[in-house]
Nanobody
Framework: EVHVVESGGGLVQPGGSLRLSCTVS????????IRWFRQAPGKEREGVAC????????IYADSVKGRFTISRDNPKSMAYLQMNSLKPEDTAVYSC????????????WGQGTQVTVSS
């Protein structure tokens, strides 16, 4: 059985930082690209970052470029999203997914973790 579990969300002030973690089990972690998504109330799910399995290239949405960093630790089957210079508009439920390709569908995904940026 495949499990994808996110952690690390919370309340942070504007300009602050958070590091989200994603733990994956039940699949060969190295075989997949890692994608982070977010969904704010009343808005569609948005892909914010991807780390490509084939060459390690990272891809970011324009809205987070320069502020967010995606990474992975293959031996631990974990992925991370370091979020700096957070803005109120970054408030959303953030979820992690594994996928064969950064521009393809999610294979497995978690329930998400809430990130709230507010003073």
């Amino acid at each position: 059985e495949v499990h994808v579990v996110e952690s690390g969300g919370g309340l942070v002030q504007p300009g602050g930082s958070l590091r989200l973690s994603c733990t994956v089990s039940g699949v060969t972690f190295d075989d997949f690209s890692i994608r982070w998504f977010r969904q704010a109330p009343g808005k569609e799910r948005e892909g914010v970052a991807c780390l490509r399995r084939s060459d390690g290239r990272t891809i970011y949405a324009d809205s987070v470029k320069g502020r967010f960093t995606i990474s992975r630790d293959n031996p631990k089957s974990m992925a991370y999203l370091q979020m700096n210079s957070l803005k109120p508009e970054d408030t959303a439920v953030y979820s992690c997914a594994v996928a064969l390709f950064c521009d393809g569908p999610r294979s497995y995904w978690g329930q998400g973790t809430q990130v709230t940026v507010s003073s």
